[in-house]
């Protein structure tokens, strides 16, 4: 067996499987599915394997006085698994300081 030379870089993040892309409201794997609005295209997603089945996806570091709704509507949603708990989803928008945060909260 070939020996490979650890690198470690000046950053370290966990890597998680990350889900197709709600792109507003829109599955990017799925796509459009029927008729009902567009911001809710997503929960019509068969369970296929491709990524988990959910009702409404609410960004984790968006303030809660956010409707979520309109976030997905006017968003690209990044979906990931959670690196220190894998019964859990971490859902990410495309907001600036959203993703200041969620990148802060995992880099070492």
Known sequence: ME???ERRGTKSEPY???????IG??????GVINSEAKQFQYTLCPNDGV??????????YCDATKDPNDVIYHSTINIYDSPTNPNELIVVCDNFTCVQKHQARFQR
């Open 3 to 5: 020996k490979v030379i």
């Open 16 to 22: 998680v499987r990350r889900y197709p892309q709600v």
């Open 51 to 60: 990524h988990p089945v959910w009702n409404q996806l609410h960004c984790s």
């Open 25 to 30: 409201g829109v599955c990017e794997h799925h």
